[in-house]
């Protein structure tokens, strides 16, 4: 019995997410901790596959503009589901990003833009601020969505490989769908 409990205490914790411990991430995880995002889940699929993700979603200005920054991790499974509003076609950045991700941008009609890889762009010792997002911003031109989109959902690097979708051909019918 003791055995069951440790082990559904420890499931239920398997997916909560860390964070970094530094002086450009104090302020951004009490926030995260302070005014925590709703939760839902995703479907994505083709006629071949589907998974579900468990995500958080960023769906203000403020929430959007602070996606994963400051965490440690990303669980495989679970994401965070950005919901912009509006119909654009501008590129994510990683600023005060600690981990890679992969980023499927989609329509509203839930057809599937693209998918980009995307890696951390964290500040190098002695580097200002204001110079590490110039470079951040910079470096955001590798992650150009290569059509218009209006949500994105944030995945673990290489989780949706795992789970079989090749993301360099990506299915024609390949679609996310909130739930």
Sequence with gaps: ML???????????????TFIDNLD??????????????ETRVRI????????????????????SRGLMCRANVPAGSGMLFDLGNVTEMPFWMFNTY?????????????????????????MEDETEQNWRNRCLL????????????????????????EGFTLSELPSDMTVTIL
């Excluded at 998918?115 to 951390?120: D, L, R």
């Excluded at 590798?142 to 690097?157: I, T």
């Design 99 to 123: 981990v890679p991700v992969d980023i499927v941008y989609f329509n509203i009609d839930v057809s599937v833009t693209n998918t980009v890889a995307m890696f951390p762009c964290t500040r």
């Design 139 to 162: 470096e955001s031109q590798d992650y150009v969505p290569g059509g218009y989109y209006n949500m994105a959902l944030e995945l673990p690097r290489g989780w949706l490989l795992s």
């Design 45 to 64: 699929s083709s006629s071949e596959l589907s998974v579900i993700v468990n995500v958080e979603v960023a769906d203000t200005e403020t929430s959007r």
């Design 25 to 38: 991430c104090h302020s951004t995880v009490e926030q995260i901790k302070e005014e925590p995002l709703r």
């Design 3 to 17: 055995f069951t409990a440790m082990i559904i205490l420890a499931c239920s914790f398997a997916n909560e997410p």
